[in-house]
């Protein structure tokens, strides 16, 4: 299937962006270092989007948002946005014009490599020492494959997993690793690759299913705050 018009969102770090693409070019792109603002943030920078690059939200064929792992109230935000705007496009259309896609956070990070040969480990920090993490291979041809699922690991496990791992290997993301946990070359990713792009959910989405707008759904991989709190009858304590 070929999709005209794709919107890329992606909140799932400090880091907002939107981009507005097709398949096969980018049409704009807009990203602001916000923190956690991103529903003050997002509306705007979207609507500015389509003013300037003289594209109407009706023409949207898909529209792609990180699902996670990353924080959970910028995800909420992000697929709230994509939900409400697919559905009205397609109320308004009388048809469902609009798909969805949520994309891994952490596989958006993995299409900043896109174009390369190369194996690159994508760490979003998640607390304290732990991190949100999978591997994935980039090919010349601008595939990208995935050589494990998201998972959340302490750093000493995925320290333990790259110094085992045989050949080249780039970090990508925003995990502070200590000093010294690796013993061996590693190459990382320089700061215009190192964050979550809404292209790089737009190039991931053309090759990945799509849903309609509520099945859309985030993908935390751990349990909110909310959800780990003991509670009684209805209060939590």
Do not use: W
């Not at 507005?20 to 529903?39: E, F, K, M, V, W």
């Not at 959340?152 to 995925?158: A, K, L, T, V």
């Not at 737009?202 to 991989?221: D, I, K, R, W």
């Amino acid at each position: 299937m070929i999709f005209l018009l794709i919107l890329g969102i992606d909140t799932s770090g400090k880091t907002a962006s939107c981009a507005l693409c097709t398949q096969d070019s980018i049409i704009a792109q807009y990203s602001l270092a916000a923190g956690h603002t991103h529903s003050q943030v997002m509306p705007p920078m979207i609507k500015r989007i389509f003013e300037d690059s003289g594209r109407k939200v009706s023409e949207l064929d898909l529209i792609a948002v990180s699902c996670g792992p990353g924080s959970y109230t910028g995800l909420r935000i992000g697929i709230a946005t994509a939900k409400a705007m697919a559905f009205g496009i397609n109320e308004t259309a009388g048809e469902s014009k609009c798909s969805c896609c949520g994309v891994s956070a952490l596989l958006a990070l993995a299409y900043n490599f896109s174009g390369t040969d190369c194996t690159v480990c994508a760490a979003i920090h998640a607390r304290k020492n732990l991190a949100y993490t999978a591997m994935f291979r980039t090919h010349r041809d601008g595939t990208v494959e995935r050589l494990t699922e998201d998972a959340i690991f302490s750093e000493g496990e995925i320290a333990e997993r790259i110094n085992a791992f045989e050949g080249n290997i780039y970090m990508v993301g925003d995990m502070p690793f200590s000093e010294g946990i690796f013993h061996r070359p590693i190459g990382y990713a320089p700061m215009n690759l190192n964050t979550p792009s809404a292209v790089g959910i737009c190039m991931a989405a053309v090759n990945l299913p799509h849903t309609t707008p509520a099945e859309l759904m985030p993908a935390y991989l751990q349990q909110t705050l909310a959800e780990k709190m003991p509670y009684s009858k209805g209060q939590i304590k």
